[in-house]
C-alpha cells in the first residue's frame, strides 16, 4: 500500500494512483507535485468528505463504475505524463 500524506488542514496528498483515480471522480485534483522524479503526489482540497471517502477506500466500502474508473485513470495518466 502506497503512503498517502495528509500535508495541512486544507490539503491532502497521496501517490497511490487508485486512490487519485477514484478521488478525481468527486473531487478536483489541485495539482501534481513531481518535484521527486521517483514519485509523484496528487493534490486535493482536503475536506471531512474527502477523509471518508479515502477511509471508506481503505475499508473496500467504496464502489465505483468500472467504465469511470478506466476513463479517469486515462485523464489522470496523461497528466501525470504530460
Known amino acids: 500500500m502506497t503512503k ?5 488542514h486544507n490539503e491532502y496528498r497521496t501517490s497511490d494512483f487508485a486512490l487519485a483515480v477514484v478521488l478525481s471522480l468527486s473531487y478536483p485534483i489541485e495539482a501534481v ?7 509523484a503526489y496528487f493534490v486535493f482540497r482536503g475536506d471531512s468528505e474527502l477523509n ?9 466500502d ?6 469511470a474508473f478506466f476513463n479517469q485513470m ?6 501525470l505524463y504530460d
Do not use: C, G, M, W
Open 4 to 8: 498517502t500524506i495528509p500535508q495541512s
Open 33 to 39: 507535485d513531481k518535484e521527486n522524479p521517483r514519485r
Open 52 to 60: 471518508a471517502k479515502v477511509e471508506a477506500f481503505y475499508r473496500d
Open 62 to 67: 467504496l464502489r465505483v463504475s468500472p467504465a
Open 74 to 79: 486515462r485523464v489522470l495518466k496523461a497528466r
